[in-house]
């Protein structure tokens, strides 16, 4: 896995809604209507996470789910945090009202 340089981050979080660089990782306030829908949406991205053995911190809030990717592993940002960011981002559309 390679720590991506701030030129190739500032490129590939174009191609991202709503995320944003928070002290070197991305981060993204998902809202829903209610604690439950928050959990079903992390009950949705756990075996995302485990598949590719990458894993959000995430902060639940009620109903908003605050999200921040880092790669511990190469201490900055790689290419697993920009697929995991997508991922989440289709999977939150998938969330049971
Ligand atoms: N998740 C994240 N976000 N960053 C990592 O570096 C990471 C991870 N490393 N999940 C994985 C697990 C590693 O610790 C295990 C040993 O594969």
Redesign the pocket.
């Known amino acids: ?1 390679k720590k991506l340089s701030e030129a190739e981050i500032n490129s590939l979080i174009k191609n991202l809604k709503g995320w944003t660089l928070d002290n070197n990782k991305l981060k993204k306030e998902f809202k829903f209507s209610n604690f439950k829908q928050s959990i079903n949406f992390l009950d949705l991205v756990e075996p995302v ?1 485990d598949s590719i ?5 995430v902060c639940i809030y009620y109903n908003r789910v605050v999200v921040e ?6 201490g900055g940002l ?1 290419d ?2 920009f697929q ?1 960011a997508e991922k989440m981002d289709e999977l939150s559309a998938h969330v049971k009202t």
């Open positions: 896995m996470a053995d990458h894993h959000p911190d990717l880092t790669t511990h592993d190469v790689s697993l945090d995991l």
